[in-house]
């Protein structure tokens, strides 16, 4: 649905100002705040204005997050026109996917992580896919009454935090391979004053999980791994009777530490009931229109399981 929304400098200074910052060095995205706030409108503003005040309240620190926004974008873009004539990721190990990125601390942190977060924003997908979490997830662990959860992968915290804005009385963890997504999620989760509800411990989640969720979450770690279905049946083993799951992946999404190519959701829904789980609820989205028919787009797909 289209919306008439305007972001101003009074109503939203700091997306105001972040839309300058693009329209002054990072042209290829200056339509990127506009378009959202046209599509998603105040209830998109107010969240995004509130993430930039709350995590890059000073001017050099939101000029440096866009910085590793758009960088990220480019890698993302160059990727994925190789992707569109290839229909295949570059061969590449977990090792070295490991290495390249989550043990890249400057990597992570100034690229990565910020351009992970902004994209939730600023990709109609990633956002849409926020809004899915809200009414599939949150909201039956509202009226569940449900006060724990535990996250995998947990990157940059935003999942983690919304549960915690939303569900006042939850405590959570997260769980994550890179020191440097530990140290970006706890000093976000503690921004947000959190701290005291939400820890993330450091652990390869491939080797070992978690004893018992009953409310577990993990966006776009799938497409990561060598073996998504040994991956996916330890999550199962680690769901309490009765819990649910929040379970995404990108599809046909190039970007450095994509290594499992899923083309479909029904791909993934696949691998989900291979590992014992149960569709309760599916979401699919699209980055942007193919630019010629046939291209393929990035998607995201995520699904509540049982
Ligand atoms: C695309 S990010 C996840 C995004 C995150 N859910 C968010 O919303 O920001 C992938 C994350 O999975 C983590 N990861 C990759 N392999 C992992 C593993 N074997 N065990 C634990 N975490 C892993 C990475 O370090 C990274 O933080």
């Known amino acids: 649905?289209?919306?008439?929304?305007?972001?101003?400098?009074?109503?939203?200074?700091?997306?105001?100002?972040?839309?300058?910052?693009?329209?002054?060095?990072?042209?290829?995205?200056?339509?990127?705040?506009?378009?959202?706030?046209?599509?998603?409108?105040?209830?998109?503003?107010?969240?995004?204005?509130?993430?930039?005040?709350?995590?890059?309240?000073?001017?050099?620190?939101?000029?440096?997050?866009?910085?590793?926004y758009s960088a990220f974008a480019l890698d993302s873009m160059r990727r994925q026109a190789r992707f569109e004539k290839d229909l295949a990721y570059p061969a590449k190990t977990y090792e070295e996917a490991a290495r390249e990125v989550y043990f890249n601390d400057d990597h992570m942190m100034g690229v990565y992580l910020p351009g992970l977060l902004l994209s939730h924003f600023l990709w109609p997908h990633h956002y849409r896919q926020l809004e899915f979490f809200d009414t599939a997830f949150v909201a039956p662990m509202r009226a569940a009454g449900g006060d724990r959860f535990v996250e995998v992968g947990v990157g940059t915290g935003l999942y983690s935090r919304r549960l915690l804005q939303a569900l006042p009385g939850a405590t959570g963890h997260g769980l994550d391979i890179s020191p440097a997504s530990q140290a970006y999620a706890n000093r976000h989760l503690s921004a947000f004053g959190f701290g005291d509800r939400y820890q993330v411990h450091l652990r390869d989640v491939a080797e070992e999980a978690e004893a018992s969720a009953s409310w577990?979450?993990?966006?776009?770690?799938?497409?990561?791994?060598?073996?998504?279905?040994?991956?996916?049946?330890?999550?199962?083993?680690?769901?309490?009777?009765?819990?649910?799951?929040?379970?995404?992946?990108?599809?046909?999404?190039?970007?450095?530490?994509?290594i499992y190519l899923y083309r479909t959701s029904e791909q993934v829904q696949a691998h989900l009931e291979a590992a014992g789980f149960a569709l309760e609820q599916a979401f699919l989205g699209a980055a942007y229109k193919p630019v010629r028919a046939g291209a393929p787009v990035p998607l995201a797909a995520a699904f509540v399981v049982l």
């Open 1 to 68: 649905m289209t919306q008439t929304f305007e972001i101003t400098a009074q109503g939203h200074p700091r997306l105001s100002r972040m839309r300058g910052i693009f329209a002054e060095q990072y042209r290829f995205s200056r339509d990127l705040v506009d378009r959202a706030a046209m599509a998603f409108g105040k209830p998109w503003a107010d969240e995004a204005e509130e993430t930039l005040q709350v995590l890059f309240s000073d001017d050099e620190a939101l000029a440096l997050a866009v910085k590793g």
């Open 216 to 258: 577990l979450v993990c966006v776009e770690v799938l497409e990561h791994l060598e073996d998504p279905v040994t991956f996916l049946q330890t999550l199962r083993r680690t769901l309490a009777p009765g819990g649910r799951a929040f379970i995404t992946a990108a599809l046909d999404a190039a970007n450095a530490d994509h």
